[in-house]
Nanobody, 125 residues
């Protein structure tokens, strides 16, 4: 059984930082690409970032480029999302997702096979 457990969300003031973590079990972590998505109240889910299996490639939404950094530690089965210079519009539930199969568009939710339960990030102005 594949499980993704996120942590690290919380309340932060605008301009602050948070680091999200997502621990994956039930898969050989180094064989899967990982993504981060977010969903704000009343809005559709939004792609945030993706990292390839060995961490050699990263991709970001334009809205977070230069502020967020995705990374992974394959020895710890963990993917991270470092979020700096946070803005109120970053407020959302953040989800990590596991891409266990080839093909698909990296920013589409349908590309990902497994999802975490989400962690709330709230940025106050």
């Amino acid at each position: 059984q594949v499980q993704l457990i996120e942590s690290g969300g919380g309340l932060v003031q605008a301009g602050g930082s948070l680091r999200l973590s997502c621990v994956v079990s039930g898969r050989t972590f180094s064989t899967v690409a990982m993504g981060w998505f977010r969903q704000a109240p009343g809005k559709d889910g939004e792609f945030v970032a993706r990292i390839t299996r060995m961490g050699g490639g990263t991709y970001y939404a334009d809205s977070v480029k230069g502020r967020f950094t995705v990374s992974r530690d394959n020895a710890k089965n963990t993917v991270y999302l470092q979020m700096n210079s946070l803005k109120p519009e970053d407020t959302a539930v953040y989800y990590c997702a596991c891409d266990d199969s080839p093909g698909g568009t990296y920013s589409d939710t349908e590309t990902y096979d497994y999802w975490g339960q989400g962690t709330q990030v709230t940025v106050s102005s």
